[in-house]
């Protein structure tokens, strides 16, 4: 069975300051790994995967199968990033398992 | 396009009854699938389906039941609710499923939430 672990609940930065938010995993196969993201009143949205290796609004998050994680980090948050952030994982037929999530509070 | 949409946007029930939770996809989306978020934790999932049939089911009791339409619409059906239940409950589209390692992306719609009394 896979699992995704997200240790923080609670992120807290402030303006400018690195931002890392951890993931680890666990599944005996290739997985394949998203971040998610859902700013407040809005829906839950894909931030990115790790198969296209693209950085969306400055996020980037590098799979490292050794350490079975997929930390997302951004050099200098800003204040619009403040959100709930999800990791997850998929194992095939699309279906998504998440990690319980952790909440970025960017301060200006 | 409105994304996925999602009815009701909330529901209040009591033990022991039946509720029915509806989501129209994405236009052009054949897959539909629906998870579970309890307060402070992820989305947990519930059922796949792909041009009407089940393709997925997470680890959840045979109260919950769903069925694809053919305009590939879904509802999810809950019977003798407890109070455990009560989640917000997502539907999510998307374009195809994969058989193999790559996955497409899920478009989540806004969500049911259900209170259980």
Same mark, same amino acid.
């Given at each position: 069975?896979?699992?995704?672990?997200?240790?923080?609940?609670?992120?807290?930065?402030?303006?400018?300051?690195?931002?890392?938010?951890?993931?680890?995993?666990?599944?005996?196969?290739?997985?394949?790994?998203?971040?998610?993201?859902?700013?407040?009143?809005?829906?839950?949205?894909?931030?990115?995967?790790?198969?296209?290796?693209?950085?969306?609004?400055?996020?980037?998050?590098?799979?490292?199968?050794?350490?079975?994680?997929?930390?997302?980090?951004?050099?200098?948050?800003?204040?619009?990033?403040?959100?709930?952030?999800?990791?997850?994982?998929?194992?095939?037929?699309?279906?998504?398992?998440?990690?319980?999530?952790?909440?970025?509070?960017?301060?200006? | 396009?409105?994304?996925?949409?999602?009815?009701?946007?909330?529901?209040?029930?009591?033990?022991?009854?039946?509720?029915?939770?509806?989501?129209?996809?994405?236009?052009?989306?054949?897959?539909?699938?629906?998870?579970?978020?309890?307060?402070?934790?992820?989305?947990?999932?519930?059922?796949?389906?792909?041009?009407?049939?089940?393709?997925?089911?997470?680890?959840?009791?045979?109260? /919950? +039941?769903?069925? @694809?339409?053919?305009?590939?619409?879904?509802? =999810?059906? *809950?019977?003798?609710?407890?109070?455990?239940?009560?989640?917000?409950?997502?539907?999510?589209?998307?374009?195809?499923?994969?058989?193999?390692? /790559? +996955?497409?992306? @899920?478009?989540?719609?806004?969500?049911?939430? =259900?209170? *259980?009394?």
């Amino acid at each position: 069975a896979q699992r995704v672990t997200q240790p923080e609940k609670l992120l807290s930065v402030f303006k400018g300051a690195p931002v890392e938010l951890k993931c680890n995993y666990s599944y005996s196969g290739s997985p394949e790994l998203f971040w998610y993201v859902q700013y407040s009143r809005q829906r839950l949205q894909l931030l990115l995967r790790h198969i296209s290796r693209e950085s969306i609004k400055g996020f980037t998050a590098d799979l490292n199968k050794g350490e079975t994680s997929f930390h997302l980090k951004k050099p200098f948050a800003q204040e619009e990033d403040s959100a709930m952030y999800y990791c997850a994982l998929s194992a095939g037929y699309s279906t998504l398992t998440f990690g319980k999530g952790t909440m970025l509070l960017v301060s200006p | 396009d409105a994304g996925v949409t999602q009815s009701p946007t909330h529901l209040i029930k009591t033990r022991g009854q039946q509720v029915t939770l509806r989501c129209s996809p994405i236009s052009g989306h054949k897959s539909v699938s629906w998870y579970q978020q309890v307060l402070g934790q992820g989305p947990q999932f519930i059922f796949q389906y792909y041009e009407k049939e089940e393709r997925g089911r997470g680890n959840f009791p045979d109260r /919950f +039941s769903a069925r @694809q339409f053919p305009n590939y619409s879904s509802e =999810l059906n *809950v019977n003798a609710l407890l109070l455990g239940d009560s989640a917000l409950y997502l539907c999510a589209s998307s374009l195809v499923i994969s058989l193999t390692a /790559f +996955s497409y992306e @899920q478009y989540f719609g806004p969500g049911t939430r =259900l209170t *259980v009394t």
